[in-house]
Nanobody, 123 residues
């Protein structure tokens, strides 16, 4: 399995970006696809996840109400729509995969990772 992330960029505070993560081949219905982020000098932080089969989602508190994770079956992809971006959202964003619940937020529980895509939010 490979994951390909894209969609990062530079945006002003209050703006929006959409990140995409393409999964090689069709994910199993039990697959959870997630986004993590890592700001400079910080640990990895869980952002959001979705279960491919039943569309259950889970969000970290700092992004609730601003970010939305969704899937696009035709492209074997998940998207992270990020609205009302803040400077503190600046980070490298990674997509990751696991089999099981999307409510799992620990980095070590995800077995496949894509490359990072950089999101920079200017104030």
């Amino acid at each position: 399995v490979q994951l390909q992330a894209s969609g990062g960029g530079l945006v002003q505070a209050g703006g929006s970006l959409r990140l995409s993560c393409v999964h090689s081949g069709r994910p199993y219905s039990s697959t959870a696809l997630a986004w993590f982020r890592q700001a400079p000098g910080s640990e990895y932080e869980f952002v959001a996840a979705i279960n491919w089969g039943d569309l259950r989602t889970h969000y970290a508190d700092p992004v609730k109400g601003r970010f939305t994770i969704s899937k696009e079956s035709a492209k074997n992809a998940v998207h992270l729509q990020m609205n009302n971006l803040k400077p503190e959202d600046t980070a490298l964003y990674y997509c990751a995969r696991r089999v099981g619940s999307p409510r799992v937020t620990r980095r070590a529980d995800y077995d496949t990772w894509g490359q990072g895509t950089l999101v920079t939010v200017s104030s």
